[in-house]
């Protein structure tokens, strides 16, 4: 904080303090510099309240001017911070490592920072929630009634209950308790507000085999190293690595400190909190977009004060306010649902790394299927490895085998071929559980006119709309655009012409209640269940075993356990292969196929693998079919290697969109043309993205290739200085690292 010299009311001289605000949502990279009044406590990292422009809007305290010009202040001109709110401050340690995103990811540090305050109600008073008590010693009413009867035996234990609850308990309407309440034998109370419980590190141990208690002394070693470091936690399908890594949370716990387990969304199942439950005596505190916003803005408060012991959350977890973190968990931590697309761009498994560095404090990275990056990090040291070589149950892997789509296709009209549908009736006939995967949502990606060939895209983006037959809608993926699914052509009008092209997995659905129609069936997709907790009903209801054949898309590769599963299909095993452009595609296909593929056979029975490819000669396939992991990673690395793609260079995107389609194209070129020349820096482009239009905007790319030890910030830093102001609705997002190429 500066001092700035003044006069008093009297004409005196006089100190007044100035502190640097940031404004948080802001696309700034510079603080602005606020008076502090007179008994206006404040510290690095507080909420303030500040007059900008025309509002008064929520600001940070920031330790240090950032940014900006240098010039004399005129302090006539200066404006005073309005208040301080009564919300814990951030901690000097997410100051740096906002300060870091921003840098790395070019990124104003404005938007950063808002990331950090993505709860609305941790900035908004705590609105007292109330309930009802029984009154002791109350006389009966007057008027009893079998519903007020049942109130109030609930009531007489003497607990504090909402109205709504009570009534739900009793079976009574609202009203009776409201009834009770005026004849006095209910009182109005404030419920307490809730605090969250502390895990018991010492509940209940483990008993481990060899191999896990090796894995357990590497992970427990890191935490007492006091420093950071990263281990990868590479363990087969079923090896136990979620048990391994909860006694690293355990030790953090034992040493006074918060630990954070970080899932892909999708994964947060409730199989998983019941591990905790299991091991630590409660639940963790939990972080999701699911969660109401109430309670966000609790979890939030309560990482920032050290009453939230362990969280478990999706990526945007990794921004809240820890008051002393001291142990990150990634698991899954190859998924690409870690990588933000949207707004700041950024990798979570790779800024939790960051994090770590930033508190001292180990990370941990688990996964049956680590990513090339991690891999190269551990073969070079930088990361420790620790392998679980075997499952803990010490079932077999399931064997896995090709079907040749060329040489035993499906019948016609049908999507699985005789040799899957043989392999499901046989697992239907031993009461267990068959599993088949598509990653495909919806019924059929492509609907066309059969009489003149009239094809239903999207009006806003280059893209076919996908048909949803059990909503009566065709669908795009890309923007969200609906319609429902018309009796007649648009184009031509004739009526009942239109057909569905490909399948989706709402059609491997009804192929399968067609051909089984005893069998119990569950539809596991991301647009079917309309949340978190419906997600977690069903999961439950397969894991107890009251489903027979589960169809799914990605969401079923999600480290769930299904002890009856004992066959896996994959219906279109050369679905990911075709994404030419990515350069991970041929990695994503194995992780995906490995991951689905080890769902079975993971506890009372043997598993079983089918794959079905019109490719069982691909590398991908081969090496998932033969189980050969490190061949596939031999080959995978030597190419990234050889084409200087990550981890052994650095990639960054351009991305030029505008409404007009020439606007785009020609600023694009434009932005080719002021590329700096460097040595070994290559600009590759401009091109028309592959789906070349999303939400009405046209869309070009351009991609930058650099070696690992180029400062490809400061490389586009120069490039974004040389370009010409964006006029209009022109727009250019940088993605450093990117991992979407569409």
């Known amino acids: 904080m500066d001092s700035l010299l003044g006069l008093n009311d009297k004409g005196e001289s006089a100190a007044r303090t100035l502190a640097p605000v940031l404004m948080p949502g802001a696309p700034l990279d510079q603080t602005y510099d606020y008076l502090v009044p007179a008994g206006v406590e404040i510290e690095p990292g507080c909420f303030v309240l500040v007059p900008f422009g025309a509002q008064v809007r929520v600001g940070v305290i920031w330790d240090k001017p950032v940014g900006g010009a240098d010039k004399p202040l005129d302090p006539k001109k200066m404006k005073a911070v309005a208040e301080r709110l009564d919300v814990p401050p951030l901690p000097a340690i997410s100051l740096r490592f906002a300060e870091w995103i921003a840098g790395y990811t070019l990124t104003p540090l404005g938007m950063v920072v808002r990331m950090m305050m993505s709860a609305q109600a941790a900035f908004e008073p705590v609105k007292p929630r109330f309930g009802v008590r029984m009154v002791p010693d109350a006389a009966e009413p007057q008027r009893m009634t079998p519903a007020r009867r049942r ?11 909402s109205k709504s609850a009570l009534a739900s308990e009793a079976a009574c309407s609202t009203g009776v308790v409201d009834g009770l309440v005026a004849s006095g034998n209910l009182v109005d109370v404030v419920i307490p507000e809730r605090r969250f419980p502390e895990p018991n590190a010492l509940h209940r141990p483990t008993d481990f085999t060899p191999e896990q208690a090796e894995a357990v002394h590497a992970l427990v070693s890191a935490v007492h190293g006091d420093g950071f470091s990263v281990s990868l936690l590479d363990g087969v399908t079923g090896s136990g690595k979620t048990e391994v890594y909860y006694e690293a949370v355990a030790e953090t716990l034992k040493r006074g400190r918060q630990a954070l387990i ?20 409660c639940a963790p505190a939990e972080w999701h977009s699911a969660l109401p916003p109430a309670e966000r803005g609790r979890v939030w408060r ?19 306010p820890f008051r002393d973190l001291g142990l990150i968990v990634v698991d899954e931590e190859h998924d690409a649902g870690f990588k933000q697309d949207d707004r700041v761009h950024y990798q979570a498994r790779d800024l939790s790394v960051v994090r770590a560095s930033l508190g001292k404090f180990p990370a941990v990275l688990a996964s049956a299927t680590p990513s090339i990056e991690s891999h190269v990090n551990a073969r070079t040291g930088r990361y420790r490895h620790v392998v679980l070589p075997g499952r803990f149950t010490g079932a077999d892997l399931p064997d896995v085998s090709p079907i040749d789509m060329r040489a035993h296709p499906p019948e016609k009209g049908q999507w699985l071929s005789p040799l899957l549908v043989d392999a499901v009736g046989a697992t239907l006939a031993d009461r267990q559980q068959s599993l088949l995967f598509l990653n495909r949502r919806g019924y059929a990606p492509l609907t066309l006119c059969r009489s003149c060939g009239h094809r239903f895209e999207c009006p806003q983006c280059t893209a076919w709309l996908v048909e949803h037959r059990f909503r009566r809608r065709l669908n795009c993926h890309h923007c969200g655009f609906s319609l429902p699914i018309p009796e007649a052509c648009p184009k031509c009008g004739e009526v009942g012409s239109l057909v569905a092209c490909g399948p989706g997995v709402e059609r491997v659905e009804e192929e399968v209640r067609e051909r089984f129609p005893e069998a119990r069936v569950a539809l596991l997709s991301s647009d079917l269940i309309p949340g978190l907790e419906e997600m977690r009903r069903i999961i439950g209801s397969i894991e107890s075993g009251e489903v027979d054949i589960i169809i799914g898309t990605q969401m079923v590769a999600k480290g769930h356990n299904f002890p009856l599963l004992a066959t896996v299909g994959i219906v279109d095993g050369d679905l990911g292969l075709s994404m030419g452009a990515d350069p991970r595609a041929g990695e994503r296909t194995f992780q995906l196929l490995h991951q689905v593929t080890g ?13 079905q490819t019109h490719m069982p000669e691909h590398p991908v396939m081969a090496a998932i079919i033969s189980g050969d992991r490190e061949a596939f990673l031999e080959r995978e690395i030597d190419m990234r290697r050889r084409g200087l793609l990550p981890p052994f260079g650095r990639l960054a995107a351009l991305v030029v969109s505008a409404r007009d389609k020439d606007l785009a194209e020609t600023f694009a070129r434009e932005v080719a043309r002021r590329a700096p020349r460097v040595d070994q820096i290559e600009v590759l482009g401009p091109a028309e993205a592959p789906i070349s239009v999303v939400r009405g905007r046209h869309r070009w790319r351009l991609l930058v290739k650099a070696p690992r030890d180029k400062n490809i910030q400061a490389y586009l830093r120069a490039w974004e200085e040389a370009l010409p102001k964006l006029v209009g609705d022109l727009r250019l997002i940088v993605d450093i690292d990117p991992y979407n190429f569409l």
């Not at 109130?151 to 209950?161: K, N």
């Not at 769902?599 to 794959?611: E, M, P, S």
């Open 151 to 161: 109130a109030l035996d609930l009531a007489r234990d003497g607990q504090i209950r």
């Open 262 to 281: 970080m899932l892909p969304e999708i994964a947060l199942t409730g199989q998983f909190m019941s591990r905790f439950v299991a091991r630590f005596g």
């Open 599 to 611: 769902r079975a056979g993971r506890a009372l029975t043997k598993g079983r693998g089918f794959i």
């Open 302 to 320: 309560a990482a920032s004060t050290g009453e939230a012991r362990v969280v478990v959350g999706a990526r945007s977890a990794l921004f809240l």
